[in-house]
């Protein structure tokens, strides 16, 4: 056991020098997964309470982050922002399950979850799927769709093959429940070896562009501990 985690800690420090010098260039199977559902859902909706928003601070003038830590779980690892708070409350004994990391506003928000796969319904499909029951639900004002699309090997993070199969939707919405209604949601979604794993970031419409280096950054930190 010692041995694996220091083999573990070493990759993952081998992969943060990767992701340094390339900092500069630029959710659950479905199959009708109930895991996968609440997932999406829960990326878009009730902003967890951190205590610290009155609802007239964004918090940009704290900055964007430029300092992450690492958090381990049982079958992947993803850097987030320093000092974001962590819930890993709805983890289960077996891996599975979400993870949420969120600034002390509440209004910039990463959530990572994890399934079994039931069926053969690829990334891309589930994604789809996904995009067009939130679009006709109507539980989202002026939901639109900027991408959705497959992922080339060539935006793959570092360690990942052409076994694993990848895709990413960008979505824009009002979100009411949100204290910044006007909301810009990205979401990769990753299957490899009979698991589902999703990486999304929701912050506010005004600064996607600000926050793109810090999900660049923990997309490219993303990495799998079980295979």
């Known amino acids: 056991m010692v041995l694996v985690l220091l083999l573990l800690g070493g990759c993952g420090a081998f992969i943060a020098v990767i992701n340094s010098a390339e900092s500069n260039s630029a959710g659950p199977d479905s199959g009708g997964s109930e895991s996968g559902d609440s997932a999406d859902t829960e990326a878009r909706e009730d902003p967890p309470d951190t205590g610290g928003s009155d609802g007239g601070d ?5 900055g964007v982050p430029t300092d992450f830590d690492t958090y381990y779980g049982d079958r992947f690892s ?14 289960a004994s077996d891996g599975t399950g979400t993870v949420t990391m969120a600034d002390s506003t509440g209004e910039r928000r990463f959530m ?9 319904q690829g990334s891309l499909e589930r994604l789809e799927a996904n995009d067009e029951t939130f679009k006709s639900s109507g ?12 992922l080339r090997e060539d935006e793959y993070p570092f360690l990942w093959d052409s076994d694993y199969d990848a895709a990413v939707v960008v979505n824009r919405y009002t979100g009411n429940d949100w204290d910044t209604p006007e909301r810009f949601l990205t979401e990769y979604s990753v299957q490899h070896g009979g698991q589902g794993f999703t990486l999304s970031l929701n912050v ?12 660049q950054h923990s997309f490219d930190s993303w990495f799998f501990l079980s295979v």
């Open 139 to 150: 539980d989202y004002e002026n939901y639109r769709t900027d991408e959705i699309r497959e």
């Open 78 to 91: 993803v850097d987030y922002p320093s000092g974001w708070t962590l819930d890993d409350s709805e983890m």
């Open 58 to 62: 964004t918090g940009q003038a704290e």
């Open 204 to 215: 506010p419409e005004e600064e996607a562009d600000a926050y793109a280096p810090v999900l």
């Open 112 to 120: 990572m979850a994890t399934w079994d796969l039931e069926g053969d």
